[in-house]
């Protein structure tokens, strides 16, 4: 049995790739739901801290209201822990590794039968819309999109009336400095695991469900 691996694995650590507003996030969420596995998003993670006003959060805001990336260093301090801590879990990893140095890190910090890649690959245009367009509320946390699920009225959660809230992280701006460093830094990421055992890719560029329902037939190959 999978559990039989030595003490330093995990059960499965899935990756999924893809672009910033890709829908990994939505994806991630409803996978877990199904198959039971731990979801540990980076950016959730991060975002908690800022939240916080941690000192690491407080050093963590800088860097991403500028549209920037944490530095390698201490995202891996975050997720290394994380991963020796959580020894014989299946692991689903959203945000991680966002450049070649992370999955080099990542690669050096896993066993790499057990790590599945799995990449939702969506167009730029897209993309974009599913970025500028993303607002949520504070209060319940809805999340809406004003292409493509907006809500009844502009700007008002339609389940408590709250006023939306669009992420600083969500600007245009920011959002063009955010692609930009993907395809300079990210894309990479996905040539390094098309080389290693176990890589999948999704289209994502349909209906999250349809998406949905793809990713679970990859995932079904390797997890029960
Ligand atoms: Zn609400």
């Known amino acids: 049995m999978a559990q039989q691996h030595s003490s330093s694995s995990n059960r499965y650590l899935i990756v999924l790739l893809g672009p910033p507003g890709g829908g990994k996030g939505t994806q991630a969420k409803k996978l877990v739901e199904v198959f039971g596995m731990r979801h540990v998003s980076v950016g959730d993670m991060l975002r908690e801290e800022v939240k916080k006003g941690s000192e690491l959060g407080n050093r963590v805001k800088v860097i991403m209201a500028a549209g920037e990336l944490v530095s390698d260093e201490l995202v ?3 997720v290394g ?11 689903l990893l959203d ?17 790499g039968e057990s790590v599945y890649a799995v ?3 969506v167009e730029e245009g897209q993309v974009i819309r599913r970025l500028s367009g993303r607002r949520f509320c504070s209060e319940c946390g809805k999340i809406y999109n004003t292409y ?9 959660c339609d389940d408590c009336g709250t ?3 669009r992420r600083p ?19 990479p990421v996905i040539d390094f695991f098309r080389s290693k055992t176990h890589y999948f890719e999704v289209d994502g560029n349909w209906e999250p469900q349809a998406v949905f329902e793809e990713l679970c037939q990859v995932v079904r190959t390797f997890a029960s």
């Open 81 to 91: 822990s994380l991963i020796r801590e959580k020894t014989g879990e299946t692991i």
């Open 169 to 187: 992280d969500d600007r245009e701006e920011v959002i063009a400095e955010r692609m930009r460093v993907y395809r300079e830094q990210t894309r």
């Open 95 to 111: 945000g991680y590794p966002r450049n070649t140095v992370q999955a080099e890190f990542l690669d050096s910090i896993t066993d």
């Open 163 to 165: 006023e939306l809230l």
């Open 148 to 156: 493509f699920s907006p809500p009844v009225r502009p700007g008002i």
């Open 119 to 121: 990449n939702i690959s």
């Open 76 to 78: 891996g301090q975050i």
